[in-house]
């Protein structure tokens, strides 16, 4: 992904657009109760302050489908960014309104404007290009170092490029370093381990690390597709009975590429969807009906662990149990504490796999976790995103 960065252009003293991902959880009172992705943005903003640059933050915050709704404005961010930075942030009242405007018209060098929610304007995900070109018109140069929103052809995203010189800030040129290292050129072995619910969220990025990985790991809600695709019963497990066939599929596909296929030999098994439900661990072949498998057992845990200890990469999309649940979180949190102490390159694919890294608190002991669930599912499924095509090729 040979893509110019901010390092690649001459920004001294320009006017910046910037598309940021503000997009951080909030408590009832608008208090931001994580400020990661607000933290990952810092080194392009200072970056262009070193370069003398007027910068222009844009960004998008929940779903509020095109109208302004107050419990979505990025006001909150404008305080916390300007703790991190230690400077004044000015605050637009729109997007490409009136003050937007005159705000970005007045703006000198050296100082900050966060404009609104992109997504109060509905034109923002129909990638309108009237309101594209709006956009544009604030500024000289576009950064984009919104990697969660790459995969999405959005104006804020991808619009601005066609009416600005584009370039990736920081967040993003790392987002691909690591991510695309993994998929093109990665130390071998090579291993993925990819959880979540559904086999038909993950497809595309089975069949595709397929064609890469040395070793794929299964677990999660999908394992149970892939038991009774091979003829056993689940229980009431969460199964997807018309993806039994695929599943037969991609495990005929990793014997014919000689990668080592691990399905889970062991699971917790609990009686309801509760905390503190009853539970026991069960060989796979020995689910009874009226019990639902949430976790990978001890045996599978134990097994998953020495594969991994062998590898020299390691990319892990998805929980691999319920593991909002304590007493189901064992199987995900064991391969997060393993994964902090293997020596090998090991990238977290955004998303839950994050969230659970964070929870335990072990992000620090991880060479790299990306910033996009969807966006580094599908740069992990070899798709283009939109975000990414639109920049300027060194």
């Known amino acids: 992904m040979n893509k110019k960065t901010v390092q690649d252009i001459d920004l001294k003293g320009k006017k910046v657009l910037v598309r940021c991902d503000f997009n951080v959880p909030m408590d009832e009172n608008q208090n931001i109760t994580d400020n990661t992705r607000i933290v990952a943005a810092i080194p392009t903003i200072k970056y262009l302050l070193e370069n003398n640059c007027a910068i222009i933050l844009c960004s998008h915050l929940g779903r509020p489908k095109g109208e302004f709704k107050p419990e979505f404005s990025l006001k909150p961010v404008t305080k ?32 900050i404007l966060l404009l609104e929610n992109v997504r109060f304007h509905k034109e923002e995900t129909d990638n309108d290009s009237v309101f594209a070109k709006e956009l544009a018109s604030m500024a000289e140069i576009y950064v984009s170092d919104a990697f969660g929103s790459t995969h999405r052809a959005h104006a804020s995203t991808a619009g601005v490029a066609e009416f600005l010189p584009a370039v990736s800030g920081f967040l993003i040129e790392k987002e691909l370093q690591f991510l695309g290292n993994a998929i093109s050129n990665p130390e071998r072995p090579f291993v993925a381990i990819l959880g979540g619910a559904k086999v ?28 009774k695709a091979q003829g056993y019963e689940v229980g009431d497990s969460i199964c997807e009975l018309d993806k039994l066939d695929l599943a037969k599929d991609l495990m005929k596909k990793a014997k014919e590429k000689g990668v080592k296929l691990m399905l889970p ?101 991880m060479t790299h976790i990306s910033t996009g669930g969807g966006a580094s599912l599908e740069f992990l499924e070899g798709k283009a995103l939109p975000g990414i095509e639109c920049l300027l090729n060194k």
């Open 80 to 111: 916390e960014l300007a703790n991190l930075l230690g400077k004044e942030v000015i605050m637009a009242k729109d997007v490409i309104g009136e003050d937007a405007k005159a705000k970005a018209t007045k703006l000198e060098q050296g100082q």
């Open 200 to 227: 038909s969220d993950k497809i595309g990025v089975i069949d595709s690390l397929l064609e890469k990985v040395d070793t794929l790991m299964i677990g999660g809600g999908m394992a149970y597709t892939f038991f």
């Open 265 to 365: 030999v062991d699971t917790k098994i609990g009686k309801e969807y509760q905390p503190d439900t009853e539970s026991k661990t069960v060989a796979w072949t020995e689910i009874p009906q009226g019990w639902e498998g949430f976790d990978i057992g001890e045996e599978t845990i134990k097994q998953y662990i020495e594969e991994l200890k062998k590898a020299k990469t390691i990319v892990w999309n998805g929980p691999l149990g319920l593991f909002e649940f304590d007493q189901f979180a064992v199987g995900t949190n064991s391969i997060a504490k393993a994964l902090a102490e293997i020596n090998a390159t090991t990238i977290i694919g955004g998303g839950d796999s994050s969230a659970a890294v964070k929870k335990i608190g072990l992000e620090d002991k």
